[in-house]
């Protein structure tokens, strides 16, 4: 079975600096989907950014983006310029190609200080 | 574009008693989730459909749970009983079709439940 770990249960960052917030997985599968989600105290999970596995450029959008490493099995998430407002619940997911079912790690709590 | 509504957004109940949860999902979208996200952890699929359908509901405690679809629009989650175990927030997505790139799964604001 897949699993998804993050093994940071919480971070903190200054506002304006930089954070990597870390996730590895487990899969026999060559092609699958990675996901990073954000869920503020509102608990509506917001999409982040998606990486699909065959691709080997990493996903930016905006301030966020990834480093895929594929044979590490490791996808972790850079926010840069941090501000307030990423304060939240950063979940990690990952879906099998053809299953639209996604499996959650734990979560990392990210606090911004001002 | 409206997103996906969720009512309520708090339940109160005994336990043993009875629940039911809705959810509408974005308009045009033919697949519907349900997740449970017991406190200090990743949500957890319950059951998808695709219209009407049920595609997966491997991981729905079938003897209390149960869910359904009509016409492949709104959907409803229900509880009965409920144990104390079932406290959690209980999240709809929905995505347009199933297959990337339209897979992207938009969330709820979820309910959270507490059962005493």
């Known amino acids: 079975a897949q699993t998804v770990t993050q093994s940071q249960p919480e971070m903190s960052v200054q506002e304006a600096e930089t954070v990597t917030l870390s996730c590895t997985y487990d899969?026999?599968?060559?092609?699958?989907?990675l996901f990073w989600y954000k869920q503020p105290p509102s608990r509506q999970m917001i999409l982040v950014i998606r990486q699909e596995a065959y691709k080997q450029q990493n996903a930016t959008e905006n301030r966020f983006s990834v480093n895929f490493q594929k044979a590490a099995k490791s996808f972790s998430l850079k926010i840069s310029d941090s501000q307030l407002g990423d304060a939240a619940m950063y979940f990690c997911?990952?879906?099998?190609?053809?299953?639209?079912?996604?499996?959650f790690g734990t979560g990392t709590r990210l606090t911004i200080i001002p | 574009e409206a997103g996906v509504a969720q009512s309520p957004r708090y339940k109160i109940i005994e336990k043993r008693q009875s629940v039911a949860f809705w959810c509408n999902p974005i308009?045009?979208?033919?697949?519907l989730y349900w997740y449970q996200q017991i406190l200090g952890q990743g949500p957890k699929l319950l059951i998808q459909?695709?219209?009407?359908?049920?595609?997966?509901d491997s991981q729905l405690p079938k003897d209390r749970f149960s869910a359904e679809r009509l016409k492949g629009v709104d959907s409803t989650l229900k509880i009965q009983p409920a144990k104390l175990e079932d406290s959690a927030v209980y999240l709809c997505?929905?995505?347009?079709?199933?297959?990337?790139?339209?897979?992207?799964?938009?969330f709820g604001p979820g309910t959270r439940l507490t059962v005493l």
């Open positions: 459909f695709q219209n009407n359908g049920v595609v997966d």
């Open positions: 997505a929905s995505s347009l079709r199933i297959g990337p790139p339209a897979d992207t799964q938009y």
């Open positions: 997911a990952y879906k099998t190609f053809g299953n639209e079912k996604l499996t």
């Open positions: 308009s045009g979208h033919a697949t």
């Open positions: 899969t026999s599968e060559s092609d699958y989907y």
